[in-house]
């Protein structure tokens, strides 16, 4: 069994532990995830299955999307629900104020990861050096882009509360996002849900719960019909999957602008890296 199946990761539940019950549902030994959710975001985890999971670094790539609920007014430890409150602030918030300090976080920019994330520093993940309370652990920002913030929805109170719809690429922290907007509007803010309903042309329609083994069929995309979604395609010849599978170069057709779903007789043999006239084999399927 091999593919990409579209799976809904449910709230208070790990990524990992998610894809622990696919892989028991399914009777699957070798899977991995394109992207980890946070216990308490839930939505759209691409789980791939043997050699699908050479499509991962792929898929890691890919943009996100998500539908969201954030409360100002309020910080906790975690930037999340899940967190102890550190910090309340009355202060008064409006729409056009939230708006225009939304405009700031579009397009590139620097996000500094928090510390309750799973990047490893030190050969420790960071969620470990917050656990055990240590302070002045230095992170370097990463660039991350951001390409729609959309407010919903804005509801006046003591803590106003806003949702939203974000599109952003790999790599964003959204409950960092939120902490940093509510910092910036000198306020605090905490984000209380989030679901993510795209990874790439990938939509959470027809998702499944990880423990249904009928629907997680129903759920699963071939290699190519995964690949067809994500780069452009080349069939080739006999000859030229032969040199491909042995990792052999050959000639590019036209350019392609990066990467490349190679198929031979319709079922996907390689993943290419278009470059200078060639096409060069960086993950080799067996036929």
């Known amino acids: 069994m091999e593919g990409v199946v579209k799976v809904y990761k449910p709230l208070l539940i790990t990524s990992t532990d998610c894809l622990e019950e696919v892989k028991s549902a399914l009777g699957v030994k ?3 995830h394109t992207g980890t959710l946070d216990p308490h975001a839930e939505g759209l985890l691409l789980v791939c299955l043997n050699s699908a999971t050479k499509l991962v670094p792929f898929l890691l790539q890919l943009d996100k999307e998500y539908i969201g609920e954030a409360i100002l007014g309020v910080k906790t430890s975690t930037g999340d629900r899940g967190g102890t409150v550190l910090e309340v602030n009355t202060q008064k918030v409006n729409l056009d104020a939230l708006l225009e300090v939304i405009n700031g976080f579009k397009g590139r920019m620097k996000q500094v990861p ?14 470990e050096y917050a656990r055990e309370g240590l302070d002045g652990i230095e992170v370097e920002p990463r660039e991350i882009y951001i390409y729609e913030f959309e407010v919903l929805s804005f ?14 690429s790999k790599g964003t922290y959204v409950r960092k996002l939120i902490e940093d907007i509510g910092d910036t509007l000198g306020c605090g803010a905490f984000l209380y849900s ?39 395609i080349k069939e080739v010849s006999k000859e030229e999957a032969r040199k491909l599978l042995n990792g052999m170069n050959i000639e590019a057709s036209e350019d392609y602008g990066g990467l490349v779903g190679i198929f031979y007789t319709g079922t996907l043999i390689a993943i290419a890296q278009s470059e200078e006239g060639l096409l060069r084999p960086i993950r080799v399927f067996k036929l």
């Open 194 to 232: 989030l679901k993510r309903t795209k990874i790439g042309p990938f939509s959470v329609e027809g998702a499944s719960t990880p423990w249904n083994r009928e629907k997680l069929l129903q759920a699963m995309l071939s290699n190519e019909e995964a690949v067809r979604m994500i780069m452009p």
């Open 30 to 32: 070798k899977a991995g």
């Open 114 to 127: 928090p510390l309750y994330s799973a990047i490893k520093i030190g050969g420790k993940r960071l969620y």
């Open 155 to 168: 509801e006046i109170g003591d803590f106003p509360k806003f949702s939203f719809r974000l599109r952003c």
